[in-house]
């Protein structure tokens, strides 16, 4: 089915507008951005599993197995020069001084340093949570409850929302965490992350956001929203690779905080050893500090270089796109899903107006009724045991809903 202008301009009509002062002309960018990507066999909707690596973050990547393999000159080649830029890059786009930031593995150890250096389970308390976090931490706050932690699991509504009244009713003085995906994985639903953190904050608690589906994806502005903590991967829409992600720590929560582990990049400062040949003499094995911001709290060890040489194209490309006008394009798109497939009756569970890259329908047994239907017409996507979820990127384009559209059936599947 292809849809009309007009078909569009009805379906952005029932969906409440969201104007955004920074969003610059579309064809001010190029968008969508198929040129910057490798030609794809098929038609891909699923960018919020797997981001594809843009073409200039493989060329970065082959720069470096060259400079790795010592194949040539390199003089003048910095992977702490790229470090640094990587990091400013990310700040840039979600909000956050380069002191505030600090390298991670992943999404998951970020929430589980942020949890450790809060001191739980041991020192008791209430964390609230949704049920529209990711599910991978569902696993995290049940283990803390068998533990002997108060731990409250908000539920979604009807329209998959999280209703902010009942986080109201949850928050409470004995409340020490909240903890949330800014856009969730499971239907793209995005959190006001400024009323979160004020609810929590007026009651004490702290506020942990998972960004992994906001940043690069979604403005974001983690310090004009009073987040305290954050994290994410860099493998979805900053358009990275896995083994590097970011953690977040609000400035004037640092110092509040132990350090949860001791990590080699912690250190700073001089570094004076004592046990080997001319050393100085010392009472102890060496002298050292502690590196400033949150490095010198919550950094690990080894950082991916792979991952920091593809981020440093990416991060930048993204920066040149826009992400105010990478929403404006892809809103059209998510429009003609939305109204589309509820005009054919799929329950949704992606409420109206939303403006995440991610759509998502309930349907009973969907891998079963259609995972080889999309396979054989050359569409990927997320399908679940009962749901399906479409994952739009900068490459994707009108065309590509079209063909998604005519491929579904007309009617749920019975």
Not at 96 to 125: C, H, R, W, Y
Not at 305 to 311: E, H, K, N, P
Request: proline share 6%; hydrophobic share 45%.
């Amino acid at each position: 089915m292809k849809l009309s202008r007009r078909d569009l301009v009805i379906g952005a009509a029932a969906v409440p507008a969201v104007a955004d002062a920074t969003a610059q002309p579309i064809d001010a960018v190029l968008l969508p951005a198929k040129a910057a990507f490798a030609k794809m066999p098929y038609v891909y909707l699923d960018a919020g599993s797997t981001h594809p690596m843009p073409l200039g973050a493989k060329a970065a990547l082959e720069e470096y197995l060259r400079y790795k393999t010592r194949d040539g000159l390199w003089a003048g080649y910095s992977i702490d020069a790229k470090e640094k830029i990587v990091l400013a890059g990310f700040g840039a786009l979600v909000g956050a001084a380069p002191d505030e930031l600090t390298f991670i593995q992943s999404t998951t150890m970020g929430e589980n340093l942020v949890l450790k250096a809060l001191g739980f389970p041991e020192g008791g308390g209430r964390i609230v949570t949704d049920a529209l976090h990711f599910f991978g931490s569902f696993y995290t706050y049940g283990e803390l409850a068998k533990l002997g932690m108060d731990v409250v699991t908000l539920p979604m509504t009807p329209e998959g929302r999280i209703d902010m009244q009942a986080m109201a009713a949850a928050v409470n003085d004995k409340t020490r965490l909240v903890s949330i995906s800014h856009v969730s994985t499971t239907n793209g639903f995005e959190h006001d992350l400024k009323a979160v953190c004020d609810l929590a904050h007026a009651h004490g608690a702290y506020v942990y956001a998972d960004i992994v589906h906001g940043a690069g994806s979604t403005p974001l502005d983690l310090r004009a929203a009073g987040v305290d903590f954050a994290a994410t991967s860099s493998y979805k829409w900053l358009m990275g690779d896995f083994g590097l992600g970011f953690l977040y720590v609000r400035r004037e929560v640092q110092e509040k905080l132990p350090r949860p582990w001791w990590g080699y990049h912690q250190v700073g400062g001089r570094f004076v050893t004592h046990v080997f040949p001319f050393d100085p003499p010392g009472q102890t094995v060496a002298d050292y500090g502690y590196a400033q911001g949150a490095a010198g709290k919550f950094a690990m060890g080894t950082t991916s270089w792979t991952g920091v040489v593809q981020l440093e194209h990416s991060l930048g490309f993204i920066q040149k796109l826009g992400v105010a006008n990478i929403q404006a394009w892809r809103q059209p798109m998510a429009v003609a899903i939305q109204t589309e497939l509820r005009r054919r009756g799929y329950q949704p569970m992606t409420p109206l107006g939303s403006r995440t890259p991610l759509v998502a329908f309930a349907l009973k047994d969907a891998r079963a009724k259609l995972g080889e239907l999309l396979a054989k017409n050359d569409l990927r996507l997320t399908v679940s045991a009962n749901r399906f979820r479409v994952s739009l990127g900068v490459f994707n384009d009108m065309n590509d809903i079209d063909r998604l559209l005519a491929v579904l059936p007309k009617a749920p599947p019975a």
